[in-house]
């Protein structure tokens, strides 16, 4: 496959107005200037990141004119795409300070110097100088039904919830960078699709020209649970290697295939074989680890993915012979959306949920031999996973 129909095709959901009309273009020999907008909400870029970032990539070894938006105007807003309430908005120093390393975090896939360097932008250069009266240009381009529309608005709409006025301006500016900056692509998630798709009415309504929209698709298990901050399961890029691949050796079975897919370049046909030896029944440890260290040697070098994964595999072989007679505790213990505070709870390693929080910031917790630093993580234990809480440790048994 060559490197423009690849580009095309493997990792991405649609292509507007086509992809046969951006193929076009790029056998042309056109060069296109394209971004990726980045909301600063957190201080960390994971591989959820990571999928339109190697499309940048893709795009940047093609010898086209990327640019790493930063949100830095926007990110006061708060992007309401897939949430079910108002974000909590944000100051600017909150901004900046989560932003401060993310060039160093997109190193690890992007080149920022040397030959057709990716170029960094923070869209409070153009958002913070409109007038009202620019504003209100835009907005005339809308009309409310088409905000209202939105699922996430029609949800909270059913359950009286409130939605911020200032909601509705994230995708206007979101639109008006692809007019400021005048690209002639944006890429990015499936979630953003509205907002995308609203930049290229502004541009074509007001630059009077095509800007085409590749969206990609969000990182998920093969049950659609998505991989990232919000579901507690997030891979930073920069985490350390060891680190790194036991997070990786901790996602579910279901989540092998697509990271194969959309995160490594492993040949389609591989990893279709990769799938019928698993639906045949086939023990998944050997591919999961195949795709850790994959990963691991990506993000960082093939020495540090090798020390990883024997130390992985030295800390789980230990594991299953000092731990085999740890308690056994059952996932039917634990209520419905159970974070791993609740776990803790309710396997009897803690008296309380505010305990259980106050164990896990002070770095007393582990599953399976990882700390947990987030509270509210919690992807469903297998069977076998170890939990550990200071001196305590209970077993999964179902």
Not at 100 to 119: C, H, M, W
Not at 194 to 215: C, D, P, W, Y
Not at 268 to 297: D, V, Y
Request: aromatic fraction near 8%; charge should be positive; glycine fraction near 8%.
């Amino acid at each position: 496959m060559d490197a423009i129909k690849n580009l095309l095709t493997r990792g991405v959901d649609k292509i507007y107005p086509s992809r046969e009309a951006l193929e076009k273009v790029l056998r042309s020999g056109k060069k296109l200037r394209l971004y990726q907008g980045f909301d600063p909400s957190g201080n960390q870029l994971h591989i959820g990141h990571a999928v339109a970032m190697r499309k940048l990539r893709q795009f940047q070894e093609l010898g086209h004119h990327v640019i790493f938006l930063i949100g830095d105007f926007t990110g006061l807003i708060g992007d309401p795409s897939g949430k079910g309430s108002q974000r909590k908005k944000m100051t600017r120093e909150e901004v900046l300070t989560n932003a401060k390393n993310y060039q160093t975090q997109a190193s690890k896939i992007l080149r920022f110097d040397g030959k057709n360097p990716v170029e960094i932008k923070f869209n409070n250069e153009w958002l913070s100088k409109l007038t009202f009266e620019e504003l209100i240009d835009i907005a005339s381009h809308f009309t409310v039904q088409q905000m209202i529309e939105r699922n996430m608005f029609q949800e909270r709409i059913k359950r009286k919830d409130d939605i911020g006025l200032h909601e509705f301006f994230y995708p206007l500016m979101q639109g008006y960078d692809s007019v400021a900056m005048e690209v002639d692509l944006e890429l990015g998630g499936t979630d953003q699709t509205f907002n995308m798709l609203a930049g290229r009415k502004l541009v074509s309504q007001i630059l009077h020209k095509e800007k085409f929209v590749m969206t990609v698709p969000l990182l998920t298990d093969a049950k659609g649970v998505k991989i990232g901050k919000t579901e507690g399961n997030v891979i930073g890029i920069t985490d350390p290697p060891n680190e790194f691949f036991g997070k990786v050796m901790a996602l579910g079975d279901d989540a092998i295939i697509p990271c194969f897919t959309l995160l490594t370049d492993t040949p389609i046909e591989e990893i279709k074989k990769i799938k019928e030896k698993m639906e045949r029944g086939e023990n998944p440890m050997a591919f999961k680890k195949q795709l850790a260290f994959e990963l691991t040697k990506q993000f960082n070098d093939d020495a540090s993915a090798k020390i990883a994964q024997k130390e992985f595999e030295t800390r789980f072989q230990n594991r299953n012979v000092s731990q085999a007679s740890l308690p056994l505790v059952s996932n039917a213990a634990l209520p419905s959306g159970a974070t791993v505070a609740d776990a803790i709870v309710a396997f009897g390693l803690a008296s309380s949920k505010s305990e259980a929080k106050r164990l896990i910031e002070q770095n007393a917790v582990k599953r399976n031999g990882l700390l947990v630093t987030i509270p509210k993580e919690f992807t469903k234990f297998k069977p076998g996973e170890i939990l550990e809480v200071g001196r305590k440790a209970v077993k999964i048994e179902k």
